[in-house]
């Protein structure tokens, strides 16, 4: 059962964590890989990519990096890619559980952003 389509965007922290879920790697504008941006550019690239779902009339999906707790994102994504824990409030507050993931030793939720 494929739950994300090509008309959805993932937001994650590594991208080959989406293939198994989704199949394939997304296209380059279906995903936004985190740790790929920094504080300037991390915020402005979740908010297109938001865009571009809802004018394809898709969804926007969160793979493993809502799972984070504060400790855990301050010391990569906050300390060294400036990108601040409560940039992604909003979407945290919004989304809900879709599904759980276990690839390897990792456990992945995927969640999806409802407004």
Not at 48 to 61: C, N, P
């Amino acid at each position: 059962m494929q739950i994300v389509t090509p008309n959805d965007g993932v937001v994650t922290d590594f991208r080959q964590n989406i293939i198994p879920i989704c199949g394939a790697t997304p296209a380059v504008d279906n995903a936004v890989v985190l740790p790929a941006l920094n504080s300037t550019t991390g915020g402005p690239a979740v908010t297109a990519l938001l865009e571009k779902s809802q004018q394809r009339h898709g969804k926007l999906y969160f793979l493993g990096i809502l799972d984070e707790n504060e400790a855990s994102w301050n010391s990569f994504l906050g300390s060294r890619l400036g990108i601040p824990y409560g940039s992604l409030d909003v979407y945290r507050a919004h989304s809900r559980v879709v599904r759980q993931f276990r690839i390897d030793d990792i456990s992945l939720t995927l969640r999806v952003y409802e407004e």
